[in-house]
């Protein structure tokens, strides 16, 4: 499988529950890749926990948090 | 035409061209014509007691059909009386009132010994000093250059000894061989010191005879280890030049030395935050002339880029410095190989296969061609292909448009941090 093949299939993945309304409530990295844990409140969903190995898909998760965390900034000045 | 001239930390050239300390400016017979070849200023090779030098004394490294890529010496300060140096230097001087002169200085580390020689050669007319904390053999060995350069607080000590006495600039140069470089350029300014120049040579071996199992060179069948200088070790002191550049706490002019070969290095130095630059191997490898084609070339760019003085090339790629924590990590570049170019050596294909991330497909096109092709969406970027490829124009990196938004190291350390340590979780998208 190619690189971009791997990094596809575990974006897909993190893009399906951002899809259903999970949110990221931990990312713990370690030796194997990061432990991302994502919940959900209405309706009440998860813990779901994914393994993310590529070095794309941690890039993409936390490049998600931080679009996030712009928008808020962007909103409370607003 | 624009104007060349600088103004260093005080001292004024008519261009940022200067010998270093070394060999090419061991007498005033060198530096005349160094001047009248077009040289603005020139360290005066270091003065202080006397040595006596070896016999041989200089190798090179030549690296595939460069002849001296790097340089490597074994030679120490000046080997002549004060005396005989300060008369030449006056004269010297006397002929070429508008260049600059340097001296560059080295004696043991004791207050008395650093007054003594500062008065000598003040008296006698200099532009400017520059204090020898570099030099890596034979006098490290006795407590001097590198010895004293390789601790800080020697090095503000005797600065600040200097700094009693003396009523010209006073110039640090500083040692490569040292963990960072900074610490030493700052304590150095703690010191009182005007200004920095750096960096000094490298410690180095040039090589081993593998018939005669000799060092290279060797003093009757012994070596000792030496200072590499030349081309070579240009972006080692590219980046420690651009380090003491963006560090607020150093914040004095800085000399740059370090395998400066032409007008195009210069305006790298400078751009990184030289005011002014110093040459040696180039000189050694082809004379005081080359100051012509490196005066021209300079005065070209200056002209292309609507410059009207070389000092506005100070330091305006600081700021494009950073650390590795704040690059962007979602800006990508991926290779691209032009067909009409490519010459099908496959070396960019060995490479990546062998070095990088397999990603250039050997194929055949639709009129039986072979041709190499790379699969964008898994190539990082790493510019390797590109840097092996000896056909002009056959591979451009090309950066991608409309990715993700900027997100560094650090920022992303950051954001982690702050979904970890809250109990809610963190919104996306």
Redesign the interface.
Same mark, same amino acid.
């Given at each position: 499988m190619s690189a971009f093949a791997e990094f596809d299939r575990e974006r897909q993945e993190i893009d399906n529950l951002v899809g259903l309304g999970y949110n990221v409530a931990g990312i713990y990295e370690d030796l194997d890749g990061a432990r991302v844990t994502f919940i959900r409140r209405e309706p009440a969903g998860g813990p779901v926990e994914l393994l993310l190995l590529t070095a794309d898909a941690r890039k993409h998760v936390t490049t998600l948090l931080v679009g996030g965390s712009r928008q808020a900034a962007a909103e409370i000045h607003r | 035409m624009a104007d060349l001239s600088i103004d260093f930390a005080g001292i004024k050239s008519p261009n940022p061209f200067w010998l270093a300390s070394a060999p090419p400016t061991n007498t005033g017979y060198q530096v005349q014509r160094a001047f009248e070849a077009g040289w603005g200023g020139a360290v005066w090779k270091t003065l202080g007691e006397p040595v006596i030098n070896t016999s041989a004394r200089f190798a090179a490294v030549h690296f595939g059909g460069q002849r001296v890529a790097g340089f490597n010496n074994i030679e120490l300060i000046t080997d002549r009386p004060l005396e005989v140096n300060l008369k030449e230097i006056y004269e010297t001087k006397r002929r070429f009132p508008d260049h600059t002169i340097i001296a560059s200085l080295m004696v043991e580390p004791k207050r008395e010994k650093w007054h003594e020689i500062v008065k000598r050669v003040e008296a006698i007319g200099v532009d400017g000093l520059e204090l020898n904390f570099g030099c890596p053999h034979g006098m490290a060995e006795r407590g001097m250059g590198a010895a004293s350069g390789q601790q800080p607080d020697l090095v503000q000590a005797q600065t600040a000894w200097v700094k009693e006495v003396a009523t010209t600039p006073v110039i640090v140069k500083l040692t490569p061989n040292i963990t960072d470089i900074t610490v030493v350029a700052r304590h150095a300014v703690k010191g009182g010191a005007d200004a920095i120049s750096l960096i000094n040579t490298i410690n180095s071996l040039a090589g081993v005879d593998i018939h005669s199992w000799n060092t290279i060179p060797n003093v009757g069948g012994q070596g000792a280890h030496g200072g590499y200088c030349g081309p070579a070790v240009k972006p080692i002191a590219l980046s420690m030049v651009a380090e003491c550049a963006r560090d607020r706490e150093v914040g004095v002019p800085i000399s740059g030395i370090g395998g400066i070969s032409t007008w195009q290095d210069v305006v790298e130095f400078m751009l990184m935050g030289s005011t002014g630059i110093q040459v040696c191997t180039a000189v050694m490898h082809h004379g005081f002339r080359i100051v012509e084609e490196m005066i021209d070339g300079l005065n070209h760019y200056l002209d292309e880029k609507g410059l009207a003085s070389v000092t506005e090339l100070i330091g305006k790629s600081v700021p494009r410095y950073s650390n590795w924590g704040d690059l962007d990590? !979602?800006y990508q570049v991926v290779a691209r190989i032009n067909e009409e170019n490519c010459i099908n050596c496959n070396k960019c294909h060995i490479a990546c296969e062998d070095a990088s991330?397999q990603?250039i497909d050997m194929l055949t096109n639709a009129e039986g061609k072979a041709i190499l092709q790379v699969?964008e969406?898994?190539c990082v970027g790493c510019n390797l292909c590109s840097i092996v490829c000896p056909a002009d124009g056959a591979i451009d990196m090309i950066a991608l448009e409309g990715g993700?938004?900027p997100?560094s190291w650090n920022?992303?350390s950051r954001?982690?941090s702050?979904? !970890?340590g809250s109990y809610?979780?963190?919104?996306?998208?």
């Open positions: - | 990590l !979602n991330h990603c699969r969406e898994d993700a938004a997100m920022q992303r954001i982690i702050g979904v !970890n809610s979780e963190a919104e996306v998208g």
